[in-house]
């Protein structure tokens, strides 16, 4: 197998769009990713992949926590935001978008998220080329609103059907 037929069939997956995001000593950075899951219910944990080459994996180990905001379906521009791909104005601008940031060691969160996770740093540990940061939740928001999906090397708006 080459990594061509890996990233090949990578592309047949579909996979929730969503910005991690820290803030803390080593600064605010965010970031696009697509490779965010749950690790446990009890004590609730998560999981996110960050590329080791982003600056925000230094600082995520820095600040010792980690926001994950899982973008809506209206949110293709900030997903694009975050991937330095900007539909306007500068890659990374946290002032293109309304963020909450609730106490001390706080993440930006996404206002109208689909849902947002905070997290406090308990694991990393570098696979391949990125490194996977295990968070602790300590707090979540949600909504109501669609889920932005990823597949083809495009954006795609689920359809909801009845099986």
């Known amino acids: 197998m080459t990594p061509q037929d890996f990233v090949a069939a990578m592309k047949r997956a579909v996979a929730g769009v969503s910005v991690v995001t820290t803030d803390g000593v080593a600064g ?9 899951s749950s690790v446990s219910a009890e004590p609730p944990m998560v999981l996110a992949c960050v ?10 180990r820095a600040n010792g926590v980690f926001s994950v905001n899982l973008l809506a379906a209206q949110h293709a ?8 791909r900007p539909r306007e104005g500068a890659a990374f601008d946290f002032g293109a978008h309304r963020w909450r940031v609730a106490g001390a060691n706080a993440c930006p969160l996404l206002e109208d998220a689909l849902a947002a996770f905070h997290c406090r740093l308990h694991a990393a540990t570098d696979a391949g080329s ?10 979540t928001l949600a909504s109501s609103h669609v889920p932005l999906a990823y597949t083809a090397q495009r ?3 689920p359809e909801f059907l009845e099986l």
């Open 28 to 36: 605010r950075f965010g970031i696009t990713v697509s490779a965010f």
């Open 51 to 60: 590329n080791r080459r982003s600056p925000v994996c230094a600082a995520i």
């Open 77 to 84: 521009p900030v997903a694009d935001m975050f991937a330095g």
């Open 130 to 139: 990125h490194t996977v940061f295990i968070g602790a939740v300590l707090d």
């Open 155 to 157: 954006y795609a708006r």
